[in-house]
């Protein structure tokens, strides 16, 4: 089956910084485009960052614009999220998910367990 696990997660000061990651098995991420997704308690999920598959451009949405860096490492397959200038407004469950193309607001296959993010002020 195919399995995406998020990992790397935490509770970090307001300003610190963590790195998530997406690792993949049963499929190869390089073969779809990646998202990031968010949901805060009492919100909806929404996208904050997408890599294309095939010319490995990214998207962000603006409330993480020059803060977070999506990436990708195919010898791994595993997608990162690198998260700097953490703020309290970002703490979430964060999901990845593959999609047909970055931008979409829907998702190729389910949802899996996420990892916290929270954020001290």
């Known amino acids: 089956q195919v399995q995406l696990v998020e990992s790397g997660g935490g509770l970090v000061q307001s300003g610190g910084s963590l790195r998530l990651s997406c690792a993949a098995s049963?499929?190869?991420?390089?073969?779809?485009?990646i998202a990031w997704f968010r949901q805060a308690p009492g919100k909806k999920r929404e996208a904050v960052a997408c890599?294309?598959?095939?010319?490995?451009?990214?998207k962000y949405v603006d409330s993480v614009e020059g803060r977070f860096t999506i990436s990708r490492d195919n010898a791994k397959n595993t997608v990162y999220l690198q998260m700097n200038s953490l703020k309290p407004e970002d703490t979430a469950v964060y999901y990845c998910?593959?999609?047909?193309?970055?931008?979409?607001?829907?998702?190729?296959?389910?949802w899996g367990q996420g990892t916290q993010v929270t954020v001290s002020s």
């Open positions: 890599i294309s598959s095939s010319d490995a451009s990214t």
């Open positions: 998910a593959k999609q047909i193309r970055c931008g979409q607001t829907i998702i190729l296959g389910s």
């Open positions: 049963g499929l190869a991420l390089d073969d779809y485009p």
